[in-house]
């Protein structure tokens, strides 16, 4: 049996989880909802997925642009195993609420808080604590690329410090509303930033502090890493731990990836789709050991690094996989992650 899944907020994230769960051979998607007409509901429609109205005073407007709704968020709520909830943050408590009304199991997303789930997921770290559990967060697209590199650096050879700077996308490529902005923005200024705490939330022992910058760009966070290690390594230590690794892509200057516009035109070039890039870019010649700590950048793709740990979750929460790195095996072979 197929595990049955509902979208709920069909934007930027939840488009992206709908495709990726339609392409695996364990899960359906059950229906995506929208709040009203668009082109993307028009596309929903043509892709085979179901669509339902965010709520009942919704519909008419479906209805005028001549769009097929097939019922409201309850209605599909009935017909789901789980929600992948992608709407935007602070809805959580409202919906949270009605999913448990309806006994549906739901994954949020990083613009909702650690305490609305109490667990704050990330495949490779603490799939098996996922298990059979109704509600869970995907941490957000930042968080989920620190997490990444991390937890394979902490599991490798113990962390003793992790200091990070984030330069983080001031805005989606698609929203007009957010910019653009001409400026360096320190934020928060008052430090650190919320990034560490976050990572926490997952891998609490974990000594981090983080500071961010919003930066003139849409494409991608890039983040300079500087990690204390408990054990001695070396450069290429790091490549090969970074190598072995399932979502994490090295990537090299020499081949002319130098900046996050290059690494995106590359997403685009190996055929993915929408050109996300789904794994961490990291510059295999920016790893450096100097004076025994261990620095180097990486590039995250804020529209795409979580959808992979969407679908993981899926999985634990409705245990359909109970093995972790079996799950991550699956969503990387249909998704065609071979890095
Ligand atoms: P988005 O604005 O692109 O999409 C949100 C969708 O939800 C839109 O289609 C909107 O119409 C719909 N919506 C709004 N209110 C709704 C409601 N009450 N009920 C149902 N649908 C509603 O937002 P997004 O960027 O996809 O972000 C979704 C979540 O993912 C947020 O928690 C965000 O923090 C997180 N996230 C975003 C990014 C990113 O870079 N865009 C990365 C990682 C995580």
Same mark, same amino acid.
């Given at each position: 049996?197929?595990?049955?899944?509902?979208?709920?907020? /069909? &934007?930027?994230?939840?488009? *992206? =989880?709908?495709?990726?769960?339609? !392409?695996? #051979?364990?899960?359906? %998607?059950?229906?995506?909802?929208?709040?009203?007409?668009?082109?993307?509901?028009?596309?929903?429609?043509?892709?085979?997925?179901?669509?339902?109205?965010?709520?009942?005073?919704?519909?008419?407007?479906?209805?005028?642009?001549?769009?097929?709704?097939?019922?409201?968020?309850?209605?599909?709520?009935?017909?789901?195993?789980?929600?992948?909830?992608?709407?935007?943050?602070?809805?959580?408590?409202?919906?949270?609420?009605?999913?448990?009304?309806?006994?549906?199991?739901?994954?949020?997303?990083?613009?909702?808080?650690?305490?609305?789930?109490?667990?704050?997921?990330?495949?490779?770290?603490?799939?098996?604590?996922?298990?059979?559990?109704?509600?869970?967060?995907?941490?957000?697209?930042?968080?989920?690329?620190?997490?990444?590199?991390?937890?394979?650096?902490?599991?490798? /050879? &113990?962390?003793?410090?992790? *200091? =990070?700077?984030?330069?983080?996308? !001031?805005? #989606?490529?698609?929203? %007009?509303?957010?910019?653009?902005?001409?400026?360096?923005?320190?934020?928060?200024?008052?430090?650190?930033?919320?990034?560490?705490?976050?990572?926490?939330?997952?891998?609490?022992?974990?000594?981090?502090?983080t500071m961010a910058v919003k930066t003139s760009t849409t494409l991608m966070h890039l983040h300079a890493l500087n990690?204390?290690?408990?054990?001695?390594?070396?450069?290429?230590?790091?490549?090969?731990?970074?190598?072995?690794?399932?979502?994490?892509?090295?990537?090299?200057?020499?081949?002319?990836?130098?900046?996050?516009?290059?690494?995106?035109?590359?997403?685009?070039?190996?055929?993915r789709p929408r050109g996300d890039m789904w794994e961490n870019v990291v510059w295999k010649d920016s790893i450096a050991?100097?004076?025994?700590?261990?620095?180097f950048f990486q590039a995250i793709h804020q529209e795409s690094d979580v959808v992979p740990e969407n679908v993981d979750?899926?999985?634990?929460?409705?245990?359909?996989?109970?093995?972790?790195?079996?799950?991550?095996?699956?969503?990387?072979?249909?998704?065609?992650?071979?890095?």
């Amino acid at each position: 049996m197929k595990a049955k899944v509902a979208i709920n907020g /069909y &934007g930027t994230i939840g488009k *992206r =989880v709908a495709d990726a769960v339609a !392409a695996q #051979d364990d899960m359906e %998607i059950a229906g995506v909802v929208k709040t009203r007409p668009s082109f993307e509901a028009k596309i929903a429609l043509e892709k085979g997925y179901a669509l339902y109205a965010a709520a009942e005073e919704n519909v008419e407007e479906f209805r005028k642009s001549k769009i097929e709704v097939s019922g409201t968020l309850e209605d599909l709520l009935d017909k789901a195993d789980i929600v992948v909830d992608a709407t935007p943050g602070d809805t959580g408590e409202e919906y949270k609420k009605l999913y448990g009304k309806h006994g549906v199991r739901a994954i949020w997303q990083g613009g909702e808080e650690h305490e609305l789930t109490g667990f704050s997921f990330n495949s490779e770290a603490n799939y098996r604590d996922a298990l059979g559990r109704d509600f869970a967060r995907v941490v957000s697209c930042n968080t989920t690329g620190l997490v990444r590199v991390l937890y394979a650096l902490d599991t490798a /050879y &113990g962390i003793r410090k992790a *200091r =990070v700077t984030l330069m983080r996308r !001031a805005a #989606d490529p698609n929203d %007009i509303k957010t910019g653009p902005i001409n400026a360096l923005v320190p934020d928060p200024i008052k430090l650190p930033s919320h990034h560490g705490t976050d990572v926490n939330s997952i891998l609490p022992h974990i000594d981090i502090t983080t500071m961010a910058v919003k930066t003139s760009t849409t494409l991608m966070h890039l983040h300079a890493l500087n990690v204390e290690l408990n054990e001695t390594c070396s450069e290429d230590d790091i490549i090969q731990l970074f190598a072995s690794r399932p979502r994490i892509r090295l990537v090299s200057s020499k081949d002319r990836i130098k900046s996050t516009a290059e690494a995106m035109e590359f997403a685009k070039d190996i055929g993915r789709p929408r050109g996300d890039m789904w794994e961490n870019v990291v510059w295999k010649d920016s790893i450096a050991i100097n004076k025994g700590e261990l620095y180097f950048f990486q590039a995250i793709h804020q529209e795409s690094d979580v959808v992979p740990e969407n679908v993981d979750a899926i999985r634990a929460l409705t245990g359909i996989e109970k093995d972790g790195a079996n799950s991550i095996k699956k969503t990387n072979r249909a998704l065609g992650i071979t890095s």
